[in-house]
């Protein structure tokens, strides 16, 4: 058990160079603290997996140090880091039985028998797998290969970290969520440090205290599930994280209000004059927009379309080239009508060149 | 009810490849078969001797021997040439330059005809003129193939080694190369050492082409002739007179159809049976243990 701290780690695949495109990680620093459940969230690509890799020790960075409490561990082997790793797809011994399977990562270490054994059992018993216990692990589905896959990450009980790559990309939906919670009753009754990555935002939500969104190499946020969804600190946690995302449209500043297409909306905070060349966007939550009737006062839009999904409704809304999506639970207004957009200025955020600005309470 | 209507047009479909069969395989092996009943004096006068050609050869000396040097080869090629083809194949790099130099290098000696290969060796075994012959016999060594049995015998497994072991090496390394990088990866997370990941990832996902690797070998080497035929001539003595050399003798030297046709039949067999057993047992290894416990 111990801390994880990542300093100044960056990757390159076709080694060092100076060009920052070489780069599938830019420059990160974090630290992992024991026995939290972590979620790193982003598109695929963004260099998640190589983050897992680099802090198992499959990859060696290209730069900057990986610690354990204060331990270099850097150039140390994946086998003497301690580490649980799960991957996108099972990994089976095909000769082994299932047993055989998840008792190999303890037989490795020199584990004794007795110890072994009654282990596997409790494991195999959590993963619903006790009565095939003794099949050849080939002859089972992909699901119950997966949950192999996963009991041999669990099996040892003093690891530093389980990473989890993807884990139940191949599992079915029902299964997704009971495996899911089972991985969560884990983490509260053993406190393993769990990394779990993920580019399905509501699994890294229910799954994680803390959330590490990342975009194209570098860590864009971490937070707590409400804070990224109240605050995101870039334009793509925006984005990235809801459903329908945050909505952002450019607009300009003017003292404590901003002006959308001409529209004035006075605003909670007054922010900074920026240079002329900022790009500045304002952000907001669908769920924190609302359409009233065209008298009141507000932006005027005009009704694309309304989606009913059930348990509320969905409202693309525009002014000129900008469109908003507007969550509420009813819409009076129909398609092709014009009506007033209402912001709810305590949520709403403003973007500079892609960042989140805070202004000065007035 | 509707009622299913036949149509047998389609058998006509089947009649060139009926044809192709019969007269590539079908009527030369009955050709055979018949010869294997029959004595013969020529003149195309044929006298039915029932199954006397059989029962001679099951009981003659010299099928033994040809049948015993022919197993013992055999395995002697299946032994050195498996493990070291494997060998060879786990030390061949993944990617890189070296790649294609190691996948051009493996594939020439497959690429040069049997004949050639037996005159390469023939040449280069040779104690006046030979690299390799005049060498050892410069350095001291009594090595002449022309004499020693077990010299002969020497440089046919080595020239075949050197010629086969290829094919191995080209079929296992395939086995290597479609194994998924996660399963080397879990395997260190697991803390597997060098001997485990041999033992449960590579070696059960090598079985498939390892099981063609040895029939392929098998087949080649139980049915070996040119190369033999080119160096020792099936000598000295009767030492490398494999079945196929003793064959061709019985059948063109001595001119004796029947008792070669028998001969024809009880090796073809021996091949059949050999493989299907191989087969079965490759087929069967993984199988094997998962009925135990549950």
Known sequence: MANITLKDIAHSYTGASNNPDDYALKKLNLTWRDGGAYALLGPSGCGKTTLLNIISGLLTPTKGQVLFNNDDVTRLPTERRNIAQIFQFPVIYDTMTVFENLAFPLKNRGRSKTEIEPRVIELAKMLGLEKDLFTKAQHLTADAKQKISLGRGLIRQSVNAILFDEPLTVIDPQLKWELRSQLKYLHKQFGFTMIYVTHDQTEALTFADEVIVMFEGEIVQVGTPEALFERPEHTFVGYFIGSPGMNIVPCRLQGRSMLIEDHEITLDQTYKEQPDSAKIEVGIRPEYLRLAPAEEKGLPVKIIKVDDIGRHKIARVAVNDHTFHVVMPEISGMTGDTASLVFDTAHTNIYVNDHLITGEQS | ?294
């Not at chain 2, 997370?189 to 390892?210: E, H, W």
């Not at chain 2, 003595?237 to 196929?244: A, D, L, P, V």
């Open chain 2, 1 to 294: 009810m509707i009622a299913k209507q036949t149509n047998q047009k389609a058998w006509f479909m089947v009649l060139p490849v009926f044809l192709v069969v019969a007269f590539s395989a079908v009527i030369p092996l009955m050709t055979v078969v018949n010869y294997s009943f029959q004595d013969t004096f020529g003149s195309n006068q044929f006298f039915w001797v029932g199954m006397t050609w059989f029962r001679d050869l099951i009981h003659s000396e010299r099928f033994h021997d040809a049948f015993l040097r022919q197993i013992m080869f055999s395995s002697i090629i299946l032994a050195i040439e498996i493990p070291l083809g494997i060998a060879i194949a786990l030390t061949m790099p993944k990617k890189g330059w070296g790649v294609p130099v190691c996948l051009i290098s493996m594939a020439l000696p497959l690429l040069i005809p049997w004949n050639v290969v037996g005159t390469i060796w023939q040449i280069f075994g040779r104690v006046d003129i030979g690299l390799l012959g005049h060498t050892l016999a410069s350095l001291g060594f009594d090595y002449n193939y022309t004499q020693d049995p077990v010299a002969a015998w020497l440089t046919i497994i080595i020239m075949d080694v050197w010629h086969w072991t290829s094919l191995v090496v080209l079929l296992a390394y395939a086995g290597l190369c479609s194994i998924p990088d996660a399963y080397y990866q879990a395997a260190k997370i697991d803390g597997a050492s060098r001997l485990a990941v041999f033992r449960y990832i590579q070696l059960p996902k090598m079985q498939r082409v390892l099981l063609i690797a040895i029939l392929l070998r098998f087949m080649d080497s139980f049915m070996i002739y040119t190369e033999p035929f080119v160096i020792t001539g099936g000598g000295p003595g009767n030492s490398t007179t494999f079945m196929s050399i003793d064959l061709v003798k019985m059948a063109i030297g001595q001119f004796d159809l029947g008792p070669a046709a028998a001969m024809s039949l009880i090796y073809f067999l021996v091949i059949l049976l050999l493989s299907y057993v191989f087969y079965t047992v490759m087929s069967n290894i993984g199988e094997e243990s998962s009925n135990g416990g549950a």
